[in-house]
Protein backbone atom coordinates (compact mmCIF):
# COMPACT_ATOMS: atom_id res chain seq x y z
CA UNK A 1 0.00 0.00 0.00
CA UNK A 2 0.92 3.44 -0.53
CA UNK A 3 2.35 5.36 2.05
CA UNK A 4 4.50 8.99 2.80
CA UNK A 5 6.28 9.13 5.81
CA UNK A 6 7.54 12.97 6.98
CA UNK A 7 10.09 12.44 9.41
CA UNK A 8 10.02 15.83 11.21
CA UNK A 9 7.33 16.72 12.95
CA UNK A 10 8.55 20.41 13.49
CA UNK A 11 11.22 22.60 12.24
CA UNK A 12 12.56 25.76 13.36
CA UNK A 13 14.56 27.78 10.87
CA UNK A 14 16.36 31.46 10.93
CA UNK A 15 14.68 34.00 8.63
CA UNK A 16 17.21 33.75 5.35
CA UNK A 17 18.47 30.65 6.19
CA UNK A 18 17.79 27.39 3.85
CA UNK A 19 15.17 24.95 4.21
CA UNK A 20 14.83 21.69 3.48
CA UNK A 21 11.85 19.28 4.44
CA UNK A 22 12.40 15.47 4.11
CA UNK A 23 9.62 13.50 2.12
CA UNK A 24 9.91 9.86 2.00
CA UNK A 25 6.97 7.72 0.22
CA UNK A 26 6.02 4.21 -0.35
CA UNK A 27 5.19 3.17 -3.74
CA UNK A 28 5.28 -0.05 -6.32
CA UNK A 29 5.11 2.33 -9.60
CA UNK A 30 6.18 5.56 -10.85
CA UNK A 31 4.64 7.88 -8.24
CA UNK A 32 2.94 11.45 -9.00
CA UNK A 33 4.33 13.31 -5.81
CA UNK A 34 3.00 16.89 -4.25
CA UNK A 35 3.85 19.35 -1.68
CA UNK A 36 0.88 21.46 -0.49
CA UNK A 37 1.63 24.22 2.32
CA UNK A 38 -1.58 24.69 4.50
CA UNK A 39 -1.41 28.53 6.88
CA UNK A 40 -3.93 28.94 9.40
CA UNK A 41 -7.42 29.77 8.54
CA UNK A 42 -6.34 28.98 4.86
CA UNK A 43 -6.48 25.62 2.16
CA UNK A 44 -4.10 23.81 0.82
CA UNK A 45 -2.31 25.54 -1.69
CA UNK A 46 -0.19 23.61 -4.14
CA UNK A 47 3.58 24.31 -4.16
CA UNK A 48 4.37 21.39 -6.94
CA UNK A 49 4.39 18.46 -8.10
CA UNK A 50 6.17 15.92 -10.05
CA UNK A 51 4.69 13.51 -12.94
CA UNK A 52 7.60 12.37 -15.07
CA UNK A 53 10.81 14.82 -16.61
CA UNK A 54 13.12 16.36 -15.12
CA UNK A 55 13.86 15.48 -11.08
CA UNK A 56 14.32 18.78 -10.14
CA UNK A 57 10.75 20.46 -9.95
CA UNK A 58 10.18 24.48 -9.72
CA UNK A 59 7.71 25.42 -7.48
CA UNK A 60 6.13 28.86 -6.69
CA UNK A 61 7.41 31.34 -3.76
CA UNK A 62 10.74 30.10 -4.60
CA UNK A 63 10.45 26.69 -3.60
CA UNK A 64 12.17 23.27 -5.28
CA UNK A 65 11.76 19.49 -4.62
CA UNK A 66 14.22 17.06 -6.23
CA UNK A 67 12.81 13.33 -6.84
CA UNK A 68 15.18 10.36 -5.91
CA UNK A 69 13.73 7.27 -7.40
CA UNK A 70 16.72 5.81 -5.69
CA UNK A 71 15.99 7.41 -2.04
CA UNK A 72 12.13 6.94 -2.61
CA UNK A 73 12.34 10.57 -1.74
CA UNK A 74 10.76 13.52 -2.52
CA UNK A 75 12.46 16.46 -0.62
CA UNK A 76 11.03 19.84 -0.79
CA UNK A 77 13.75 23.02 -0.33
CA UNK A 78 14.08 26.78 -0.16
CA UNK A 79 17.56 28.61 -0.46
CA UNK A 80 16.28 31.34 2.00
CA UNK A 81 13.67 31.46 4.08
CA UNK A 82 10.96 34.22 4.70
CA UNK A 83 9.19 34.76 7.90
CA UNK A 84 5.81 34.32 5.54
CA UNK A 85 6.97 31.04 4.91
CA UNK A 86 5.72 29.83 8.66
CA UNK A 87 3.06 27.06 7.69
CA UNK A 88 2.03 23.15 7.51
CA UNK A 89 3.79 21.37 4.97
CA UNK A 90 2.18 18.32 3.43
CA UNK A 91 3.71 16.01 1.02
CA UNK A 92 1.61 13.91 -0.87
CA UNK A 93 1.73 10.82 -3.27
CA UNK A 94 -1.08 10.33 -5.95
CA UNK A 95 -2.25 6.48 -5.97
CA UNK A 96 -2.51 5.94 -9.67
CA UNK A 97 -5.22 5.51 -12.06
CA UNK A 98 -5.11 5.18 -15.90
CA UNK A 99 -3.42 7.65 -17.43
CA UNK A 100 -2.81 9.58 -14.29
CA UNK A 101 -3.81 9.72 -10.50
CA UNK A 102 -6.85 9.52 -8.36
CA UNK A 103 -6.89 10.11 -4.53
CA UNK A 104 -3.99 11.68 -2.57
CA UNK A 105 -1.97 9.97 0.27
CA UNK A 106 -1.08 12.27 2.67
CA UNK A 107 2.15 12.49 5.23
CA UNK A 108 1.33 13.85 8.59
CA UNK A 109 2.96 17.18 7.66
CA UNK A 110 5.76 19.20 9.00
CA UNK A 111 4.86 22.32 11.24
CA UNK A 112 7.87 24.92 9.80
CA UNK A 113 8.05 28.35 12.77
CA UNK A 114 10.98 30.65 11.32
CA UNK A 115 12.58 33.04 13.73
CA UNK A 116 13.19 36.74 13.00
CA UNK B 1 -5.25 28.46 -9.54
CA UNK B 2 -8.38 27.19 -9.72
CA UNK B 3 -10.64 28.63 -6.58
CA UNK B 4 -12.81 26.04 -4.20
CA UNK B 5 -15.01 27.45 -1.70
CA UNK B 6 -16.71 26.09 1.39
CA UNK B 7 -19.33 26.65 3.68
CA UNK B 8 -19.86 27.30 6.29
CA UNK B 9 -16.46 28.19 7.23
CA UNK B 10 -17.38 27.09 11.15
CA UNK B 11 -20.50 25.42 12.37
CA UNK B 12 -21.79 24.54 16.09
CA UNK B 13 -24.67 22.29 16.59
CA UNK B 14 -26.33 20.22 19.20
CA UNK B 15 -25.76 16.41 19.64
CA UNK B 16 -28.07 14.36 17.28
CA UNK B 17 -28.77 17.15 14.90
CA UNK B 18 -27.81 16.89 11.31
CA UNK B 19 -25.27 19.42 9.77
CA UNK B 20 -24.53 20.43 5.60
CA UNK B 21 -21.15 21.25 4.27
CA UNK B 22 -20.71 23.25 0.72
CA UNK B 23 -17.86 22.40 -1.57
CA UNK B 24 -18.07 24.17 -4.64
CA UNK B 25 -15.67 25.11 -7.60
CA UNK B 26 -16.26 28.55 -8.46
CA UNK B 27 -14.45 28.69 -11.86
CA UNK B 28 -13.94 25.31 -13.31
CA UNK B 29 -15.65 22.31 -13.73
CA UNK B 30 -14.84 19.71 -11.04
CA UNK B 31 -16.05 16.07 -12.51
CA UNK B 32 -14.48 15.04 -8.80
CA UNK B 33 -14.29 15.97 -5.58
CA UNK B 34 -12.85 14.86 -2.55
CA UNK B 35 -13.55 15.12 1.18
CA UNK B 36 -11.29 15.40 3.88
CA UNK B 37 -10.72 15.32 8.05
CA UNK B 38 -8.26 16.36 9.63
CA UNK B 39 -7.84 16.19 13.21
CA UNK B 40 -5.46 18.55 15.56
CA UNK B 41 -2.18 18.57 14.37
CA UNK B 42 -2.68 15.43 12.58
CA UNK B 43 -2.63 15.17 8.58
CA UNK B 44 -5.97 14.53 6.10
CA UNK B 45 -7.42 11.74 6.19
CA UNK B 46 -9.41 10.36 3.09
CA UNK B 47 -12.92 9.82 3.46
CA UNK B 48 -14.56 9.68 0.18
CA UNK B 49 -14.46 10.33 -2.82
CA UNK B 50 -17.58 11.40 -5.49
CA UNK B 51 -17.81 11.68 -8.81
CA UNK B 52 -20.31 13.94 -10.39
CA UNK B 53 -23.66 11.94 -10.60
CA UNK B 54 -22.77 8.92 -9.40
CA UNK B 55 -22.56 7.38 -6.32
CA UNK B 56 -19.41 7.96 -3.70
CA UNK B 57 -17.17 5.98 -3.11
CA UNK B 58 -15.59 5.66 0.91
CA UNK B 59 -12.71 4.76 2.51
CA UNK B 60 -12.57 2.27 4.61
CA UNK B 61 -13.78 2.78 8.03
CA UNK B 62 -16.03 5.55 7.03
CA UNK B 63 -19.81 5.35 7.94
CA UNK B 64 -21.25 5.94 4.35
CA UNK B 65 -24.95 6.33 6.29
CA UNK B 66 -23.61 8.69 8.59
CA UNK B 67 -21.49 10.96 6.20
CA UNK B 68 -23.97 11.61 3.41
CA UNK B 69 -21.83 12.81 0.61
CA UNK B 70 -23.97 14.65 -2.90
CA UNK B 71 -22.37 15.12 -6.05
CA UNK B 72 -25.30 16.67 -8.42
CA UNK B 73 -23.48 19.00 -10.42
CA UNK B 74 -20.21 19.33 -11.90
CA UNK B 75 -19.62 22.69 -9.43
CA UNK B 76 -21.19 21.60 -5.90
CA UNK B 77 -20.87 18.88 -3.65
CA UNK B 78 -22.27 18.32 -0.45
CA UNK B 79 -21.28 16.29 2.58
CA UNK B 80 -24.19 16.19 5.32
CA UNK B 81 -22.73 14.40 9.04
CA UNK B 82 -26.06 13.03 10.54
CA UNK B 83 -26.99 12.31 13.92
CA UNK B 84 -23.99 14.42 14.77
CA UNK B 85 -22.12 13.77 18.22
CA UNK B 86 -18.90 14.86 19.57
CA UNK B 87 -16.50 12.75 18.28
CA UNK B 88 -17.32 14.20 14.64
CA UNK B 89 -16.25 17.54 15.79
CA UNK B 90 -13.12 17.80 13.34
CA UNK B 91 -12.44 19.81 10.32
CA UNK B 92 -13.70 19.19 7.66
CA UNK B 93 -11.43 19.61 3.80
CA UNK B 94 -13.27 19.58 0.28
CA UNK B 95 -10.81 19.32 -2.67
CA UNK B 96 -12.00 19.51 -6.55
CA UNK B 97 -10.52 18.61 -9.76
CA UNK B 98 -11.34 18.72 -13.31
CA UNK B 99 -11.46 15.99 -15.91
CA UNK B 100 -8.12 15.29 -16.99
CA UNK B 101 -6.08 12.25 -15.35
CA UNK B 102 -3.20 14.66 -14.42
CA UNK B 103 -5.56 17.37 -13.18
CA UNK B 104 -4.30 19.36 -10.02
CA UNK B 105 -6.46 18.85 -6.53
CA UNK B 106 -7.60 22.31 -5.80
CA UNK B 107 -8.82 22.57 -1.43
CA UNK B 108 -11.25 24.52 -0.03
CA UNK B 109 -10.55 26.62 3.29
CA UNK B 110 -12.24 23.59 5.29
CA UNK B 111 -14.98 23.72 7.68
CA UNK B 112 -14.67 23.42 11.72
CA UNK B 113 -17.40 21.66 13.28
CA UNK B 114 -18.13 21.25 16.72
CA UNK B 115 -20.92 19.55 17.97
CA UNK B 116 -21.64 19.93 21.72
Known amino acids: AQSVTQPDIHITVSEGASLELRCNYS??????LFWYVQSPGQGLQLLLK??????LVQGIKGFEAEFKRSQSSFNLRKPSVHWSDAAEYFCAVGAARSGGYNKLIFGAGTRLAVHP | GAVVSQHPSRVICKSGTSVKIECRSL??????MFWYRQFPKKSLMLMAT?????????EQGVEKDKFLINHASLTLSTLTVTSAHPEDSSFYICSARGTGPRETQYFGPGTRLLVL
Open chain 2, 50 to 58: SNEGSKATY
Open chain 1, 27 to 32: YGATPY
Open chain 1, 50 to 55: YFSGDT
Open chain 2, 27 to 32: DFQATT
